[in-house]
């Protein structure tokens, strides 16, 4: 039984204590937006005597980023305005029937789309519903100034209290990397004794499900580039987004060569007879991957520290394991070829199985990494600096625009040339 190192069991006790406090500082936030919104309503006069909208629309505002919050609350004002909007006219109007229900419900359903309010686009006919139910037009006022405050608390809190979230995406970055070495140590301790198919198998399926991690780092990552969009906070990770994302395209490719590595090991059991890699290959092969593992924890860690630049330390350790990495797959290799020529016919795999090995070290190379990051802006790019410069031609030149006059001269001149040479 091998112990594991003390970091790997206190880093998830860290992530949930992590959580735990995020989770609190969220009900915090919410609890104390909802009461200053309603405290302030009671002070703007034209509300009513219990403005309990602010506190309702400062809840369904605030979101865990500042952008997010920006977009609810504009779509939220749309979806009440137009509601109470279509509701005054139809009540002036008509008055309130089964009929007009319907037609300002039809009414309210069409302008929130036109308005594009998303999926706020039901408060629209819910709002007119409201205010059209009401013996009078008169609260119409007040139920559009509540809104309006509670947005403006949603938009106040979320200015101050949005949090960055790049932190939970380098944890998930980390924790990725730590999740593929941690199949290459099983793999690595199954192949020291002689696996059994169904345990290869097993292997190629863990390696599988792997999959859906990259899927829960994604969303990971998008969290992280919301809240920094628009975040003033924000201005000393310039760049943060690129960082992530990349990192993550780079263990995506990395999973899907485990994925492949994980295949040839599998098909290598498949037949009755002795694994087609021979019993010494399997040792060095198990000495390889424990090496491949620890490099792959190691550039999870490189791949969160991008962010904040200090990736010293981490970049030391994984050259170290990589060198190792690379002395135990060059034995893996010279083992193989000196299988006799009656071993079973397993040399297509054996081939197979170099080919991950070096592509996985060449894709954990610190220079790839080193030379990706020379290309990142200092600063976030602003909207001119996104794309390429533009061409100075681009647009066609207008009919009724006229040319300039050295270049008409020019024309001229070359003109009259001809005409003398004829």
Same mark, same amino acid.
């Given at each position: 039984?091998? !112990? @594991? %190192?003390? *970091?790997?069991?206190?880093?998830?006790?860290?992530?949930?204590?992590?959580?735990? @406090?995020?989770? $609190?500082? #969220?009900? $915090? =936030?919410?609890?104390?937006?909802?009461? $200053? *919104?309603?405290?302030i309503a009671l002070l703007v006069p034209g509300t009513t005597a219990r403005p309990t909208l602010a506190p309702l629309t400062a809840l369904l505002v605030l979101q865990f980023s500042l952008y997010r919050t920006l977009r609810s609350a504009v779509q939220r004002v749309g979806s009440v305005a137009g509601g109470v909007l279509v509701a005054v006219v139809l009540a002036w109007a008509l008055g309130f029937t089964w009929w007009s229900l319907g037609l300002a419900v039809g009414a309210a359903l069409v302008l929130g789309h036109l308005l594009r309010l998303g999926?706020?686009? #039901?408060?629209? %006919?819910? *709002? $007119?519903? !409201?205010?059209?139910?009401?013996?009078?037009?008169?609260?119409?006022?007040? =139920?559009?100034?509540?809104?309006?405050?509670?947005?403006?608390?949603? #938009?106040a809190a979320g200015l101050v209290f949005s949090p960055l979230r790049v932190q939970p995406a380098e944890e998930a970055i980390e924790e990725l990397g730590r999740d593929l070495g941690g199949l290459l140590d099983t793999m690595a301790e199954g192949l020291r004794r002689t696996p059994t198919h169904e345990e290869t198998v097993d292997w190629l399926s863990r390696a599988r499900t792997l999959g859906k991690e990259l899927g829960r780092v994604d969303r990971a990552l998008s969290d992280a580039e919301d809240s920094i969009r628009l975040n003033p906070r924000a201005t000393g990770l310039p760049h943060a987004s690129v960082a992530l994302r990349t990192g993550l395209e780079a263990l995506e490719h990395v999973w899907m060569t485990l994925r492949g590595l994980a295949r040839s090991v599998a098909d290598s059991t498949r037949g009755p007879e002795d694994p087609a890699f021979g019993r010494a290959a399997q040792d060095e092969l198990a000495r390889t991957l424990e090496d491949l593992a620890a490099s792959l924890r190691m550039y999870g860690r490189m791949l969160g520290a991008e962010v904040g630049g200090d990736t010293g330390p981490a970049e030391s350790e994984l050259r170290k394991s990589l060198t190792c990495a690379e002395a135990h797959r060059d034995r893996v290799a010279e083992t193989l070829l000196n299988l006799p020529a009656d071993e079973p016919p397993g040399w297509p795999l054996r081939g197979e199985l170099l080919v991950h090995l070096d592509r996985l070290l060449d894709q954990l190379r610190v220079e790839h990494r080193a030379t990706a990051r020379e290309t990142w802006p200092s600063r976030r790019p602003s909207r001119r600096r996104a794309g390429p410069p533009r061409p100075s031609r681009i647009r066609p030149r207008h009919p009724a625009r006229r040319e300039p006059p050295h270049g008409r001269r020019a024309r001229e001149r070359a003109r009259s040339r001809g005409r003398g040479t004829r």
């Open positions: 039984m091998t !112990l @594991q %190192p003390v *970091s790997a069991i206190t880093e998830p006790l860290k992530v949930v204590r992590r959580k735990a @406090q995020s989770k $609190a500082a #969220l009900v $915090a =936030r919410l609890t104390t937006t909802a009461t $200053a *919104s309603y405290l999926e706020h686009v #039901l408060e629209a %006919p819910i *709002s $007119a519903m !409201l205010i059209l139910s009401l013996p009078t037009g008169m609260n119409a006022a007040d =139920r559009v100034l509540e809104t309006l405050i509670g947005a403006a608390a949603g #938009l």
